[in-house]
């Protein structure tokens, strides 16, 4: 009888997810390497979370991705947490131990930065504020890492004022908070953009601050991949930014989730880009 070894399957947790890229960028890096596992996506509604979880590796799963609505619940549930899942206050990445034990991982901040390095290089982190659209878990992963490295103050708008707040009184004196109506006014001398919304989404509605402020010498990021290029990235190209869309951010993100869960780190290129946009 030939014994054969388990094949390691991870995936994607959400509800809705079947519009989501990590499938396709998961199995293009699992085949470039040679590696014979799987990533699956599954729709899993708040009220089986728990026991899908919990009943995963014993299936064979090695980890999953976590997506909206449940990067809160999933932190909720994990035995071990890291410092940035905590600080972040939501878990993207579940890797199942063989101990039996779920860590949690927050990895959105980490792509986030290595998003801008590789396609921004001449970014300079400390060179002035940074303006962030949005206070939900994606702006929080993003304001940790933007004072993780280095922007001395983060001006925050979001349509809930309450949340901005939040976010203040959790990181502390670098956070300016702006009420949503005053948002455009954010960008006075900001050298960092980012919209955390998902406003200019496809299926959405449109991003309609006015980008009057904004300066010719800002970075500007839009965490929105779908479309690629939305119209808040065309107004700010056309005004002179340097633009990133949010599709390396997905890629960098997922980068080292792949690593502990497959043993391999695997490349971040432009193939990898063709890949999950299918190209």
């Known amino acids: 009888m030939i014994d054969h070894?388990?094949?390691?399957?991870?995936?994607?947790?959400?509800s809705p997810v079947a519009h989501s890229k990590s499938p396709r960028l998961?199995?293009?890096?699992?085949?470039?390497?040679?590696?014979?596992?799987?990533?699956?996506?599954?729709?899993?509604?708040?009220?089986n979370l728990r026991e899908v979880?919990?009943?995963?590796?014993?299936?064979?799963?090695?980890g999953v991705n976590v997506t909206i609505p449940h990067k809160e619940s999933a932190l909720a549930l994990a035995d071990v947490v890291t410092d940035r899942a905590a600080l972040i206050g939501a878990a993207n990445t579940l890797i199942f131990r063989k101990d039996g034990r779920i860590h949690?991982?927050?990895?959105?901040?980490?792509?986030?930065?290595?998003n801008l390095r590789q396609n921004a290089p001449g970014w300079v982190p400390d060179s002035g504020?940074?303006?962030v659209f949005g206070a939900g878990g994606a702006a929080r992963a993003?304001?940790?890492?933007?004072?993780?490295?280095?922007?001395?103050?983060?001006?925050?708008a979001n349509r809930t004022r309450a949340r901005t707040e939040a976010l203040r009184q959790e990181f502390g004196t670098k956070i300016v908070t702006y009420d949503w109506v005053q948002a455009g006014n954010m960008l006075d001398g900001a050298m960092t953009v980012v919209n955390t919304t998902s406003l200019g989404m496809e299926g959405k509605p449109d991003f309609r601050v006015p980008l009057d402020a904004l300066s010719p010498k800002a970075t500007v990021s839009d965490l929105v991949y779908a479309p690629l290029r939305t119209n808040f990235l065309e107004e700010a190209a056309a005004n002179g930014c340097t633009c990133v869309d949010g599709l390396g951010m997905l890629i960098h993100q997922a980068a080292p989730a792949f690593e502990r869960w497959f043993g391999q780190r695997p490349e971040v290129d432009e193939a990898t880009r063709a890949a999950v946009l299918g190209a």
């Open 26 to 47: 998961h199995t293009h890096w699992l085949r470039s390497l040679g590696i014979r596992g799987h990533y699956i996506p599954m729709d899993v509604s708040q009220a």
């Open 53 to 62: 979880i919990n009943a995963l590796p014993k299936a064979g799963f090695v």
């Open 5 to 14: 070894p388990r094949i390691p399957l991870a995936g994607v947790i959400g």
């Open 104 to 114: 949690a991982d927050n990895t959105d901040g980490y792509g986030f930065i290595a």
């Open 142 to 156: 993003v304001v940790a890492s933007l004072i993780e490295v280095g922007v001395p103050e983060i001006r925050v």
């Open 129 to 131: 504020p940074a303006a």
